[in-house]
């Protein structure tokens, strides 16, 4: 049985309205649509936005067009960008209540939970903003005498970025600060079920002193707001983190004028178990990996891979202690596993349980969605008996729900590993050195844990392999990420080698 957490009605609740950010202006939008946002706990509006249309969105591209051209920012040294980026993080740090908040209220994620991604993107800014002082190309003073060769970093232009639901101000983080350390400018379009904290991101920025119309914050559906900032000639460089699907569309319509994209896109991430490992420890991070954000998030540990010699123990284990996962009420501090972001998803998740058992898996655990009386909740489930083929074990289920598959060598389970489209992160268990290493080395995947899981931090890069993205977020690189190379070729004292004789030159 698990252990359910009844959502309390939001009674005297009062719902938060916001306007867009655009050229440092809080407006409306030009149609006067509205968006609601009902909390996935407890089934309430709980924020009201103004909507993006395409002309807003032209609008928003065309400030952080002329923020750009106009050379401010861009010119600004990385101190002055830097120190910037350092206010911004303190007031992260002062409004991470009423931020987490709004992540928990609008995504149905713990509040626990919720703070601690606000400490987290507060450390991401702090990071960027020291890399900001840093960014450098090169010079080659071994060309010969004649000849010096500087490789300079430049800003790439006009960055649009499109963040998903699931860590609405954490994948902000991920992306805006590196972008702003290279001293581009911006236009951010969350998604529409979470867009709040984006929104204070933009007053935090403005009370920071980042300049009118550098970062441009603007909310709307995907088709409406977002293919406008994927497609439109004045953008440089898109920057996404969403499904595969919707990845593709976006590298597509940026194909059209040859824009440079950087893609965050889906998992399906393997645990690899070996029977040397240290159980307690890998029991808890199968369970923590599978149901942390109630398993919407990409970096899910949605696949076990385990050795058949401890099959039986590992499923009946991982069984028991998921029963005892915390489910419900987002803003109880206790609870583990919130709400399911949307009603719909909520029946995707469950199709895929169904699917399973059709096809001859067994449910270990759960299986079932969790009527709590608001809101909507899915109980964490284990699905034994999974094939490698099956639905569930390849495709993103993006929900609580936990596939536990089977190995006999090593070459197995790399070999199941690999067997799918997605290559985001995996993990591998086992006390000895050597099986870790060939694991990690072989298994096709942009992180890899070994004897933890999804354990990060700032420094680390992250992002896919296959389609699971293109290109790398966080560590040292990520500045550069947004930056264009340029060659500065300098010739030194008399100019020799001419291409016309002397004769002809005079
Ligand atoms: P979606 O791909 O549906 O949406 C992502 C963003 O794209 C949203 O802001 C959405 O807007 C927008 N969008 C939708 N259609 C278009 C379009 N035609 N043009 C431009 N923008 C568009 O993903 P979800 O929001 O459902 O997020 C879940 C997905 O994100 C999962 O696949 C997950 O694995 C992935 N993800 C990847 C991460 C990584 O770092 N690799 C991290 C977190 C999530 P709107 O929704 O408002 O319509």
Same mark, same amino acid.
């Given at each position: 049985?698990?252990?359910?957490?009844?959502?309390?009605?939001?009674?005297?609740?009062?719902?938060?309205?916001?306007?867009?950010?655009?050229?440092?202006?809080?407006?409306?939008?030009?149609?006067?649509?509205?968006?609601?946002?009902?909390?996935?706990?407890?089934?309430?509006?709980?924020?009201?936005?103004?909507?993006?249309?395409?002309?807003?969105?032209?609008?928003?591209?065309?400030?952080?067009?002329?923020?750009?051209?106009?050379?401010?920012?861009?010119?600004?040294?990385?101190?002055?960008?830097?120190?910037?980026?350092?206010?911004?993080?303190?007031?992260?740090?002062?409004?991470?209540?009423?931020?987490?908040?709004?992540?928990?209220?609008?995504?149905?994620?713990?509040?626990?939970?919720?703070?601690?991604?606000?400490?987290?993107?507060?450390?991401?800014?702090?990071?960027?903003?020291?890399?900001?002082?840093?960014?450098?190309?090169?010079?080659?003073?071994?060309?010969?005498?004649?000849?010096?060769?500087?490789?300079?970093?430049?800003?790439?232009?006009?960055?649009?970025?499109?963040?998903?639901?699931?860590?609405?101000?954490?994948?902000?983080?991920?992306?805006?600060?590196?972008?702003?350390? /290279?001293?581009?400018? !911006?236009? @951010? #379009?969350?998604?529409?079920?979470?867009?709040? %904290? *984006?929104? $204070?991101?933009?007053? +935090?920025?403005?009370?920071?002193?980042?300049?009118?119309?550098?970062?441009?914050?603007?909310?709307?559906?995907?088709?409406?707001?977002?293919?406008?900032?994927?497609?439109?000639?004045?953008?440089?460089?898109?920057?996404?983190?969403?499904?595969?699907?919707?990845?593709?569309?976006?590298?597509?319509?940026?194909?059209?004028?040859?824009?440079?994209?950087?893609?965050?896109?889906?998992?399906?991430?393997?645990?690899?178990?070996?029977?040397?490992?240290?159980?307690?420890?890998?029991?808890?991070?199968?369970?923590?990996?599978?149901?942390?954000?109630?398993?919407?998030?990409?970096?899910?540990?949605?696949?076990?891979?385990?050795?058949?010699?401890?099959?039986?123990?590992?499923?009946?284990?991982? /069984?028991?202690?998921? !029963?005892? @996962? #915390?489910?419900?009420?987002?803003?109880?501090? %206790? *609870?583990? $596993?919130?709400?399911? +972001?949307?009603?719909?998803?909520?029946?995707?998740?469950?199709?895929?349980?169904?699917?399973?058992?059709?096809?001859?898996?067994?449910?270990?655990?759960?299986?079932?969605?969790?009527?709590?009386?608001?809101?909507?909740?899915?109980?964490?489930?284990?699905?034994?008996?999974?094939?490698?083929?099956?639905?569930?074990?390849?495709?993103?289920?993006?929900?609580?729900?936990?596939?536990?598959?089977?190995?006999?060598?090593?070459?197995?389970?790399?070999?199941?590993?690999?067997?799918?489209?997605?290559?985001?992160?995996?993990?591998?268990?086992?006390?000895?050195?050597?099986?870790?290493?060939?694991?990690?080395?072989?298994?096709?995947?942009?992180?890899?844990?070994?004897?933890?899981?999804?354990?990060?931090?700032?420094?680390?890069?992250?992002?896919?392999?296959?389609?699971?993205?293109?290109?790398?977020?966080?560590?040292?690189?990520?500045?550069?990420?947004?930056?264009?190379?340029?060659?500065?070729?300098?010739?030194?004292?008399?100019?020799?080698?001419?291409?016309?004789?002397?004769?002809?030159?005079?």
């Amino acid at each position: 049985m698990t252990v359910l957490m009844r959502p309390k009605p939001l009674d005297g609740f009062k719902v938060r309205e916001f306007n867009m950010l655009i050229d440092g202006k809080w407006t409306a939008g030009a149609e006067g649509k509205i968006l609601e946002r009902a909390s996935p706990g407890h089934g309430a509006v709980v924020s009201r936005y103004q909507a993006a249309t395409a002309v807003d969105a032209n609008r928003a591209i065309a400030s952080a067009r002329k923020a750009f051209d106009d050379g401010h920012w861009p010119r600004m040294t990385g101190a002055e960008r830097s120190r910037i980026l350092l206010r911004a993080a303190d007031i992260i740090d002062e409004r991470a209540d009423e931020l987490a908040f709004l992540d928990c209220i609008e995504s149905g994620k713990p509040i626990s939970q919720a703070k601690g991604e606000l400490g987290g993107a507060a450390d991401i800014w702090r990071y960027a903003a020291a890399l900001a002082r840093d960014l450098h190309g090169e010079s080659y003073n071994t060309l010969g005498d004649g000849t010096l060769g500087v490789v300079l970093r430049e800003a790439i232009g006009v960055v649009s970025i499109i963040t998903p639901w699931n860590f609405p101000f954490l994948i902000v983080s991920q992306k805006l600060p590196f972008a702003l350390a /290279a001293g581009c400018t !911006a236009v @951010v #379009k969350p998604s529409e079920l979470t867009s709040g %904290s *984006t929104l $204070v991101l933009g007053e +935090i920025l403005e009370a920071a002193g980042v300049p009118a119309g550098v970062v441009n914050v603007i909310v709307g559906t995907g088709p409406e707001a977002g293919a406008p900032l994927t497609s439109h000639p004045d953008i440089d460089m898109v920057s996404f983190t969403g499904s595969t699907g919707i990845g593709k569309l976006t590298m597509a319509n940026a194909a059209q004028t040859l824009k440079k994209v950087s893609l965050e896109l889906g998992g399906k991430n393997p645990q690899i178990v070996f029977p040397d490992a240290n159980l307690d420890d890998f029991i808890d991070a199968a369970v923590f990996g599978a149901y942390f954000n109630a398993g919407e998030c990409c970096n899910a540990g949605s696949r076990l891979i385990v050795h058949r010699e401890i099959l039986d123990e590992v499923t009946s284990r991982v /069984a028991a202690l998921s !029963a005892k @996962v #915390k489910v419900g009420d987002p803003l109880d501090p %206790s *609870t583990q $596993v919130g709400a399911i +972001i949307t009603p719909q998803h909520l029946a995707k998740i469950v199709s895929y349980v169904k699917g399973a058992s059709e096809n001859g898996a067994s449910v270990a655990v759960g299986g079932t969605a969790a009527d709590l009386g608001l809101g909507q909740f899915m109980e964490p489930t284990i699905l034994s008996s999974v094939a490698p083929d099956m639905a569930v074990a390849k495709e993103e289920v993006f929900g609580p729900v936990l596939s536990v598959l089977a190995f006999e060598t090593t070459d197995e389970a790399i070999r199941v590993a690999n067997s799918i489209d997605y290559g985001l992160s995996a993990g591998v268990w086992s006390r000895d050195f050597d099986t870790c290493l060939t694991v990690g080395r072989r298994v096709r995947a942009g992180t890899v844990w070994m004897n933890t899981f999804m354990d990060g931090a700032s420094e680390l890069p992250f992002g896919g392999y296959r389609q699971s993205g293109i290109g790398r977020e966080l560590g040292r690189h990520a500045v550069e990420d947004y930056t264009e190379t340029k060659t500065l070729n300098m010739h030194i004292g008399p100019r020799t080698g001419h291409w016309m004789p002397k004769e002809a030159r005079g």
